[in-house]
């Protein structure tokens, strides 16, 4: 939590900045930068290519400090990495609350990391979750999905920082 305060403080002190919306360019300047290796732009690139991470947007978000990306994408990783287990364990066994937990919590970390996609997802499933005649097969496809992407996602990620750590491409 402590590396999410001091990073969420560094992007409010930064926030004066004016920022491009187009991830093309974004990447470009970033690739362009002499202060990011070649590894490190390895890296960049293969993360980039992971399904429902926009990068641009994420770094935007950011202040485009890719380090402290990185950080927090294991961190996310770290934290959440089998949330998606549970999941549907909660669901299997009919654990509305345990589930709603574990939503509200991706919610939290999602829009904080600025992965829109889930972010919307879990706001979305949370709000089915805070009904009080909610709406079983509904809650149920829309978790179905959302454990697919957040599953899909974190193992893109896991594999990503894997091969980033065995081949040191990611040096701070």
């Known amino acids: ?7 969420l403080q560094k992007h409010i002190k ?5 920022y491009t919306h187009y991830q093309e360019i974004l990447l470009l300047c ?4 002499g202060s990011m290796g070649r590894s490190n ?13 926009n990068l641009g947007a994420i770094l935007n978000h ?3 400090d890719f380090s402290a990306v990185l950080s927090l994408l294991r961190e996310f990783v770290s934290v959440h990495g089998y949330d998606y287990a549970l999941l549907k364990h909660s669901l299997q066994i009919g654990d509305y609350a345990e589930v709603h937990m574990l939503v509200h919590k991706l919610r939290g970390a999602t829009g904080m990391l600025g992965l829109q996609p889930l972010y919307f997802r879990t706001s ?5 979750l805070e009904k009080e005649a909610f709406d079983r097969p509904k809650i149920n496809s829309q978790l179905i999905a959302l454990t ?12 990503c920082m894997k091969t980033a750590e065995t081949c040191s491409c990611c040096v701070d």
């Open 1 to 7: 939590m402590k590396l999410y305060f001091q990073l």
């Open 14 to 18: 930064n926030t004066n900045r004016s």
């Open 30 to 33: 970033i690739w362009g930068s």
């Open 41 to 53: 732009k390895e890296l960049l690139a293969s993360l980039n290519k992971i399904p429902g991470l």
């Open 62 to 64: 950011w202040s485009n």
């Open 124 to 128: 979305e499933l949370e709000n089915l």
């Open 148 to 159: 697919h992407e957040l599953e899909s996602l974190c193992s893109a990620l896991k594999r």
